[in-house]
Structure formats: C-alpha cells, structure tokens
C-alpha cells in the first residue's frame, strides 16, 4: 500500500479519533479471509521483528518489537500462560490504554468468522472498557527492561481463546514493566 507523503494519518501514541483513519505508509503482509471483505484482512509481522506498521508515528529514536500479529497462514507458538499475565494482559488492552486506533476493525482469522459475525458478537467481549481488544482495534505497547513491545489489541484474544505463547521477553515485560496506569507508563506513552 502506497499513501501520499503529505497524507494526516496522527501523531505518536496519540488516541484516533474514530473519524481519523489509521494507515501505513510501509509495505504490509495481509492475508485475507475473504477477498472481497477488507475488514477480514491482519497484518502479519514474526514475533520480535522490528515494528514498521505505523513508523512514522513512533517516537523517535526508539524502534518497538512486533508481537501477536498473528495469521491463521502462519504458524505460531502455542502454551499456558499464567492467569497473573492474562489479567494484566487484558489491563494493557482496556480502550484508555490502545494506541494507533483505526477506523476499520480486524476480525480474528483463527476464529473463521465473518466478519459481521465476529462484530455482533463482540460487545465488551472481555468485560467493561475492553471495546478496541473485542473487535481487534488499535494496538498496545509493552515496556521491557530492554525493549518495547507492539502489539494488535486482538493479542489477549489471541492467548486467551486460541493459547498462543508470546516471547518470554514480551511476557516478562507484561509481568515486571510499568502498569498501564502508572505514571511512569503514561510517560513513556508521551511523544518526544
């Protein structure tokens, strides 16, 4: 996909209004559902290769680490996770903590749903305040001790309904970084 250079496509970790619409300028792997629904269509990037999908509305100076942006023609890892990750998981994709909101929606393609379906049925899927994470909306970032991690919101439903296995290090991160209601959080999410 190609966009013009002088298109507004946001700011750094800023919230999307619903009426701005999210894109890319960097080339992307899409593997569609159905080729005639674009709404079925996920970006696929391997675990902990360098983030590009939205580069541009990065801090600068900083360069994030994929993970999560699964496709039902990849294959991907698959484990148990502790409820401890899971919950805190699910905090870091409550709607106050996604960025890069788009306008559009991805439906999970391990699910094999359409994607009227998966939108019917996906009302606070995970409970209150968790709209972006049930429709697969926006994306989350993780801070490491040595990394930050991107990822879609559709990664707890990903570990929560088909058990895929993230790196450790994007685990440990959850586990040990800043929570996604710290201030020290909030002020990593700041742009420069």
């Not at 966009?3 to 209004?17: H, K, L, T």
């Not at 079925?40 to 391997?46: L, R």
């Not at 909101?101 to 994607?115: D, K, P």
Request: with cysteine.
């Amino acid at each position: 996909m190609e966009f013009p250079a002088d298109s507004n496509f946001g700011r750094a970790y800023g919230r999307f209004a619903k009426e701005e619409r999210l894109q890319t300028a960097s080339p992307i792997i899409c593997s569609p559902i159905d080729p005639h629904d674009k709404t079925d269509m996920m970006s696929y990037y391997e675990d902990l290769s360098a983030y590009d999908y939205c580069i541009r509305y990065e801090p600068e100076g900083t360069t994030a680490l994929n993970v999560g942006w699964l496709s039902s023609k990849q294959p991907f890892t698959t484990g148990e996770t502790s409820y401890e990750f899971r919950d805190l998981l699910l905090r870091f994709c409550r709607d106050s903590h996604v960025v890069h909101i788009a306008r559009g929606f991805h439906v999970c393609e391990l699910c094999n749903v359409s994607s009227a379906r998966w939108y019917a049925d996906a009302k606070d899927r995970y409970g209150p305040h968790t709209t972006w994470a049930s429709i697969g909306d926006g994306e989350v970032r993780v801070f490491g001790k040595n990394a930050i991690y991107a990822a879609p919101t559709l990664i707890y439903h990903y570990v929560f309904e088909h058990s895929y296995l993230p790196p450790d290090g994007f685990i440990d991160a959850v586990l040990t970084g800043p929570a996604p209601e710290s201030v020290d959080y909030k002020t990593l999410l700041k742009p420069a």
